[in-house]
């Protein structure tokens, strides 16, 4: 009896080497943990408590919080023959993670060939101009073009848009020179605008004056009240008519007196 109480914990005390250790895993919520056993893809673990036997088992740690992708400079043609550089910035999370790590050898390789494919598939069919106009788009058609073969791959893609394009020199030159022909020309029609209205106002005036002829001896008046310091002299219009003067009574005008002729 007392061989068996010594047996007893040396068992124990084997067990514990021998048998696989229990271990407690808690994903947080921004994570996912995939379980194989024996190598094999066995679960996907929700945030919870879990007990798992180890060694045999494996636990694979997946984040699913938004990324940032950047894609660097690459030149595509437009449909008239025109490279452009353009780079890409691209905002995704893992969807699925089962697919994303078991599917492909590399889901961000993946995704970073969806958005070159599909920013050319965007640029190629476009001209230059059209390119051009559809700029602030361009990232809509993007997303809406890359988001099926993210998919494929377990990502979901929130958003794509291009951080820079790039035009070549030469042609960089041509449109800065159309950009400035075009704002002078908007110059010069205003300019041709003001100049209108100021000889619309002068005939105005013109014509006021000619009805009426004393309004520029009241302008001119109004001229000189509002300056100090300076003589002016005012001439009386010809059509002004005189004061009139009246006339003395002829038996009144004094002078030498007439003598009267001698009688025969």
């Not at 025109?82 to 893992?94: D, E, F, N, T």
């Not at 014509?207 to 003589?231: F, H, I, M, Y």
């Not at 002016?232 to 009246?246: K, R, W």
Request: hydrophobic share 45%.
């Amino acid at each position: 009896m007392p061989q068996l109480l010594l047996v007893i914990p040396a068992l124990a005390i084997i067990g514990l080497y021998v048998s696989p250790p229990l271990r407690s895993t808690i994903p947080p919520e921004l994570e996912r943990r995939l379980l194989y056993v024996g190598g094999k893809f066995r679960s996907l673990l929700e945030p919870g408590q879990y007990w798992i036997w180890m060694p045999s088992r494996t636990v694979s740690k997946v984040d699913v919080r938004p990324r940032i992708a950047a894609v660097p400079g690459q030149e595509v043609l437009t449909a008239d023959g025109i490279a452009v550089k353009v780079s890409l910035v691209a905002q995704y999370r893992v969807a699925d993670p089962v697919v994303a790590i078991n599917a492909q050898a590399n889901y961000e390789s993946g995704l970073y060939t969806e958005l070159q494919l599909a920013i050319r598939r965007l640029i190629s069919a476009e001209s230059i101009d059209s390119l051009l106009e559809k700029r602030p788009g361009i990232a809509t058609q993007l997303t809406e073009g890359a988001k099926a073969g993210a998919a494929r791959l377990g990502v979901e893609l929130i958003e794509a848009d291009v951080r820079d394009l790039t035009l070549p020199g030469d042609l960089k030159k041509l449109f800065t020179q159309v950009t400035k022909a075009r704002q002078e020309g908007l110059a010069a029609l205003e300019r041709a605008r003001g100049e209108t209205a100021a000889l619309r106002n002068l005939a105005n005036a013109a014509r006021l004056v000619s009805d009426n002829p004393a309004l520029l001896q009241l302008r001119l008046l109004q001229v000189v009240g509002e300056q100090s310091g300076n003589t002016v002299v005012l001439g009386v219009p010809q059509s002004a008519s005189p004061l009139p003067i009246a006339a003395a009574p002829r038996d009144r005008i004094p002078g030498p007196a007439t003598p009267e002729p001698p009688e025969a």
